[in-house]
């Protein structure tokens, strides 16, 4: 049951998948994570080219004239590849073995779809560490409310509409 990502964690948590004690040790390591995996990238790339690259912490946005687009590609983005998390992996009816294959397919293609919108983050850990790693906060902020709102909006569709009857607290069929 690993995931490397906060908002997988909390719409995991909120659809019954993992208990609340385990929430925060899973967010702070994955905060960690990120900014090891920063110091790694950090120390095996050029100083210029990693200075150039804003230290890999996106610097796709460059006005504010792009963040609507990126927060709403976020949440759209993420939104996807966390209910596909859901429904593989939470959901009772439809959890398969190929949940990896199908999330990571799901990751592939949200990066193809939305990386000039946005730089495809969807995961607040990994804008984190590279954040950190270069003390490069302009617009940062987007790729916690994006990726997070994803994920909530994911786990409200899960428990509204689509989730089986245990997970469901409206439409019950």
């Given at each position: 049951?690993?995931?490397?990502?906060?908002?997988?964690?909390?719409?995991?948590?909120?659809?019954?998948?993992?208990?609340?004690?385990?929430?925060?040790?899973?967010?702070?390591?994955?905060?960690?994570?990120?900014?090891?995996?920063?110091?790694?990238?950090?120390?095996m790339?050029?100083?210029?080219r990693?200075?150039n690259?804003?230290?890999?912490?996106?610097?796709?946005?460059k006005?504010?004239?792009?963040?609507?687009?990126?927060?709403?590609?976020?949440?759209?983005?993420?939104?996807?590849?966390?209910?596909?998390?859901?429904?593989?992996?939470?959901?009772?009816?439809?959890?398969?073995?190929?949940?990896?294959?199908?999330?990571?397919?799901?990751?592939?293609?949200?990066?193809?779809?939305?990386?000039?919108?946005?730089?495809?983050?969807?995961?607040?850990?990994?804008?984190?560490?590279?954040?950190?790693?270069?003390?490069?906060?302009?617009?940062?902020?987007?790729?916690?409310?994006?990726?997070?709102?994803?994920?909530?909006?994911?786990?409200?569709?899960?428990?509204?509409?689509?989730?089986?009857?245990?997970?469901?607290?409206?439409?019950?069929?």
């Open positions: 049951g690993s995931h490397f990502n906060p908002p997988f964690t909390i719409a995991i948590y909120l659809c019954g998948g993992m208990r609340l004690t385990m929430v925060a040790p899973y967010l702070i390591s994955q905060l960690i994570g990120g900014v090891l995996g920063a110091g790694m990238a950090k120390l790339t050029p100083p210029d990693y200075i690259a804003s230290g890999a912490a996106f610097d796709i946005l006005s504010e004239a792009h963040v609507s687009r990126a927060i709403f590609g976020e949440v759209a983005m993420t939104c996807l590849v966390t209910m596909v998390v859901l429904m593989v992996a939470v959901n009772g009816k439809t959890k398969t073995p190929l949940a990896p294959f199908l999330v990571g397919c799901t990751v592939t293609i949200n990066i193809l779809a939305g990386g000039d919108v946005s730089g495809t983050c969807l995961n607040p850990a990994r804008a984190f560490g590279p954040a950190v790693m270069a003390n490069y906060w302009t617009y940062h902020w987007v790729y916690w409310v994006g990726p997070i709102g994803g994920g909530l909006l994911a786990a409200a569709l899960l428990r509204l509409v689509l989730g089986d009857n245990k997970l469901r607290i409206i439409v019950k069929s």
